[in-house]
């Protein structure tokens, strides 16, 4: 059975410079890959070409096949017109971004703002109907008193609440792939955990494929059942994550897995240095 998404050779150039050169991976359905790698090296771009959101200024090459539901039939998503991507956007494929403090609009309360996820792909639901799954959402997602909160603002909830509200706008609408972008980098360790815990019950509980996007292979680990490794546009190493974190065949990963402090590293010495 062919995967879910196989990327081919992809390529992004931002003017004159390539970000991306020549990226390969595939995800089957249901499975967790991690896509780890220094700030700069092209995981971020990577990941929104896939439902299309790199902007009018990059210019992308290659192939994303995507596996289209009911027939089978993969599609290039490089290739699909903007209407088709809106239709995979939100339905297929969903994206979570890394800044739980500025990706809610902040003067549109936040049911409204799940329900609108909603909506976009059900135009024949009532309001009614809108809201209502849209408090289930916020519910499976621990949204302390969900139906009371519907009408609060972003600014009146912690930021691992608003990470908890954005993961609800991504799955509401049962997606085959969640694409997470650095979804912990701004909590600190407590909320971390609790997020990672929270995506990790949800890929479980609804099958579906997940692309998790970080710096920290440590984090990653916890996650992911299969990491690729990034440094300057390229894949160095990809591996299952028990093999990569425990014996790493690249230079690279092995030094980035030597710059993770632990409990046992000397405090007045420095990390070892990213090569």
Known sequence: MP??????????????????RGVSLHLDEGEVLGLVGESGSGKSATALAIPGLLGPSALASGQILWQ???DNASIDLLRQPPNALRQLRGRQIAMIFQEPMTALNPVM????QVAECAAAHAPSWTGREAKRRAITALEAVAIPEAASRYGDYPHQFSGGQRQRILIAMALINRPRLLIADEPTTALDVTVQAQILDLLAQLQREHGLAMLFISHDLAVVGQVASRVAVMRSGLVVETGPSARLLTAPEHPYTRSLLAAVPTLRTQRDQPLAVVV
């Open 68 to 70: 289209n539901s009911g």
């Open 109 to 112: 309360s936040i049911g409204r």
């Open 3 to 20: 995967p879910l998404l196989d990327i081919r050779d992809l390529r992004i150039r931002f003017g004159a410079t390539e970000a991306v």
